[in-house]
Structure formats: C-alpha cells, structure tokens
C-alpha cells in the first residue's frame, strides 16, 4: 500500500475540519427533525381521514334507515 503524503493542499482540507464536522451534524440533525415531522403530519392526517369517513358513513347509514311510525287507529 502507498502511503499518501500530506501536502500543502492536503493540509488545508483538514484546517477547518471541525466547523466542517459541525455543520455536517447539524444539517444531520435537521433532515431527522424534518422527517419525524413529515412522519407524524401524514399519520395524523390519515387518522383525521379516517373519522372523517367513519362520521360519514355513518351519518348516511342513518338517512338510509326507514322510519317505522306506529299509528295506532281510535275510531272505535
């Protein structure tokens, strides 16, 4: 194997590696937060979805339900 020697360009990649390092883990830390939230918007807007869908079906199975009226004939 060929060791590779630290030149002055190679140097100068390594000067700034800490900010580097940071800003690496910042930009990690920041598409992990955005993801959590993208997750939990689209699981509560299929919770919101389905209620809205159980309300309505249920709302139109009670339209469909005939009414049964009892009259009760007093000519006696």
């Known amino acids: 194997m060929r060791r590779q020697r630290l030149t002055a360009r190679g140097t100068e990649r390594f000067r700034n ?10 930009e990690k830390r920041m598409k992990k937060i955005v993801r ?8 509560a807007g299929i919770i919101v ?11 139109v199975k009670s339209k469909e339900a005939p009414k049964k009226e009892v009259r009760i004939n007093s000519n006696r």
């Open 36 to 43: 959590v939230f993208t997750f939990f918007v689209l699981i």
């Open 49 to 59: 979805l389905y209620v809205m869908v159980n309300r309505w079906e249920k709302k």
């Open 17 to 26: 590696y800490d900010a580097v390092l940071r800003q690496h883990e910042q």
